[in-house]
């Protein structure tokens, strides 16, 4: 399982929300690029940055901090929010994504994930799906998307989809677990799909619990910020 540290940005800031909620935010006055160089020193690989100005506004907003953390390390960076057109997605590879989660965009727009899938790879788009429960959630986990997270992964599967993040909201920033039941329940169904399990993390044995699922990722954000585990921990945990 690998192992992804999570960087949300608001205002160009590390913050963590409380189950997709922008009222009940905590702000971490933390330069992104900084906490980036870190977690590379540590040794981990990835980076999972997702743009909550974004992807409640609908459009780019934070790619300068992307450009900085791009230029100041060598980490993987997975990145989402805000996207609507293939020049978003264009631009987001130029300034140095490694990959690029299509949420909201792969829910009103789906031509535009198949495009994506063809023209740069089923390793290079993820598609991004935020869930209450098994419905899924966007515009930042604002409006119900009136599809369930199976409907929305079958619908691409033909197209090549290989990657999914698939976020429990319930369970985002709590620090009181994952939901087990949805990620044994995906792999189950999906046993070819390389899922990432997001949300709720709060310490070693709920990673050591997820790794034992063969699960292909894992995001880790709040608990980082906590100091529920270390980044020594984490670095000695992932393999690829």
Same mark, same amino acid.
């Given at each position: 399982?690998?192992?992804? *540290? ?15 909620? !922008? ?20 040794? =981990?690989?990835? &980076?999972? =940055?997702?743009? =909550? %100005?974004?992807?409640? $506004?609908?459009?780019?907003? /934070? ?8 230029? $100041?390390?060598?980490?993987? +960076? ?7 057109? =293939?020049? %978003?997605?264009?631009?987001?590879? #130029?300034?140095?994504? !490694? ?31 935020? @869930? ?9 986990? $604002?409006?119900?998307? /009136? @599809?369930? +997270?199976?409907? &929305? ?12 993040? @698939? ?10 677990? *994952?939901?087990?039941?949805?990620? /044994? %329940?995906?792999?189950?169904?999906? *046993? ?9 993390? #709060?310490?070693?044995?709920? &990673?050591?619990? &997820? ?5 292909? #990722? ?14 020594? $921990?984490?670095?000695?945990?992932? #393999?690829?």
């Amino acid at each position: 399982m690998i192992i992804v *540290p999570a960087i949300d940005i608001i205002g160009g800031h590390c913050v963590r929300l409380e189950q997709g909620k !922008y009222e009940n935010v905590k702000k971490y006055d933390l330069d992104p690029a900084k906490v980036a160089g870190e977690y590379q020193e540590a040794g =981990l690989t990835h &980076l999972h =940055l997702v743009d =909550l %100005d974004g992807a409640k $506004q609908g459009k780019l907003v /934070n790619t300068a901090v992307l450009n900085d953390v791009a230029q $100041q390390t060598s980490l993987k +960076i997975d990145c989402g929010g805000g996207i609507k057109t =293939l020049g %978003d997605v264009e631009m987001l590879f #130029s300034l140095g994504a !490694y990959a690029v989660n299509l949420g909201s965009a792969a829910v009103k727009n789906p031509e535009l994930m198949i495009s994506c899938l063809k023209k740069y790879g089923s390793d290079k788009i993820i598609l991004s799906a935020d @869930v209450m429960g098994d419905m899924v959630r966007i515009h930042g986990w $604002q409006d119900d998307a /009136n @599809v369930t +997270i199976y409907q &929305l992964i079958e619908q691409f599967m033909e197209a090549g989809l290989t990657r999914a993040c @698939v976020t429990a909201i319930k369970c985002d920033g709590m620090l009181q677990g *994952p939901d087990f039941a949805l990620y /044994n %329940d995906l792999q189950k169904r999906y *046993p070819t799909l390389k899922v990432t399990a997001s949300g709720g993390v #709060s310490g070693m044995e709920d &990673l050591e619990k &997820l790794a034992a699922t063969n699960i292909y #990722s894992c995001i880790v954000g709040k608990a980082i910020y906590e100091k529920r585990v270390t980044l020594k $921990q984490l670095a000695n945990l992932t #393999s690829e």
